[in-house]
Nanobody
């Protein structure tokens, strides 16, 4: 199983960004897909996650200015973050709670981080 993230880079404060992540491999079911982030010197924190049925939960720091969506058929999750702030600078990690083919329980998988730098 692999999670491949894309998007990110250098963006201006006040702007927007879009991050996408696709899960691939021998996957039976994906329960939850989402994003965490980790800024330098800080702990990893939840950005947002979304369940199969579409229920989404947002971290406090992005509530009201972010949207997470999911394409279940394509095993893809997309995060849009608006009104970017300098403190949004972080490495963003895609994650999925999924059941691999042949497994009996869900596992959490992480993608490689994608760096987002917000400039003034």
């Amino acid at each position: 199983v692999q999670l491949q993230a894309s998007g990110g880079g250098l963006v201006q404060a006040g702007g927007s960004l879009s991050l996408s992540c696709v899960a691939s491999g021998s996957i039976d079911t994906i329960n939850v897909m989402g994003w965490y982030r980790q800024a330098p010197g800080k702990q990893r924190e939840l950005v947002a996650y979304i369940r199969t049925g579409g229920r989404a939960i947002y971290g406090e720091s992005v509530t009201g200015r972010s949207t997470i969506s999911r394409d279940n058929a394509k095993n893809t999750v997309t995060l849009e973050l608006n009104s970017l702030k300098l403190e949004d600078t972080a490495e963003y990690f895609c994650t999925a709670d999924l059941i691999p083919v042949g497994a009996s329980r869900a596992e959490r998988h992480w993608g490689q981080g994608t760096l987002v730098t917000v400039s003034s």
